[in-house]
């Protein structure tokens, strides 16, 4: 069955420092991971996806097939970047997007 | 030029009445959506429509009515309403890729408070 697991219901860090939410993943074959940002009062939009080895906003995310983890990363949290963060998964073209239960991520001045 | 629009953004009625959420998207996408958010921020689908076709419909109770009268619009009827339906509902549109469904497109949410 297709799962995403968050472990992390909230994470709070310090301004400049490093910061890595965790994702993993349950599924047989290849999938597509998305990492999705709902800042406060704001729709859901998408931050990054794996297919496209992007950084946005200085995150970036690695596909670990072997441990079956989509990790979000940024070296030097921002205040901005404080908000909730969804990682996703897409099996097949004619599958649904299962979403994780999020990590709010609050960056402390 | 919003490119996934809902109405209303909020709701507030009692337990039993029956709504209805409209939702728009002007980007010519073929796939629809409609997610719950509840009180704990989890996000879970409900409905799923692809030119106008119900492709995903997930265990959700039958007072909930998904309809798309084009693929532009995917209106949610709830019937009767309950307390446990306070949440904030998304509709989402995403088109269909080479790789499939692609980027998922939000509104801005509907906040229903059933009292």
């Known amino acids: 069955a297709q799962r995403v697991t968050q472990p992390e219901k909230l994470l709070s860090v310090f301004k400049g420092a490093p910061v890595e939410l965790k994702c993993n993943y349950s599924?047989?074959?290849?999938?597509?991971l998305f990492w999705y940002v709902q800042y406060s009062r704001q729709r859901l939009q998408l931050l990054l996806r794996?297919?496209s080895r992007e950084s946005i906003k200085g995150f970036t995310a690695d596909l670990n097939k072997g441990e079956t983890s989509f990790h979000l990363k940024k070296p030097f949290a921002q205040e901005e970047d404080s908000a909730m963060y969804y990682c996703?998964?897409?099996?097949?073209?004619?599958?649904?997007?299962?979403f994780g239960s999020g990590t709010r991520l609050s960056i402390r001045p | 030029d919003t490119a996934v629009s809902q109405t209303p953004k909020y709701l507030v009625t009692q337990m039993g009445n029956d709504k209805s959420i409209k939702c728009e998207q002007n980007?010519?996408?073929?796939?629809m959506y409609w997610y719950k958010q509840d009180s704990k921020k989890f996000l879970k689908i409900m409905f799923s429509y692809n030119n106008k076709e119900l492709i995903i419909n997930e265990t959700v109770p039958n007072r909930f009515s998904p309809k798309s009268p084009d693929k532009a619009h995917l209106n949610l009827h709830i019937n009767s309403l309950e307390l446990g339906d306070s949440a904030v509902y998304f509709c989402?549109?995403?088109?269909?890729?080479?790789?499939?469904?692609?980027?998922?497109?939000f509104g801005p949410g509907t906040r229903l408070l059933v009292l």
């Open positions: 996703a998964l897409q099996g097949s073209s004619a599958s649904k997007i299962i």
């Open positions: 980007l010519g996408h073929d796939t």
């Open positions: 989402a549109s995403s088109y269909e890729g080479a790789r499939g469904r692609e980027t998922q497109y």
């Open positions: 599924y047989s074959g290849s999938p597509e």
């Open positions: 794996h297919i």
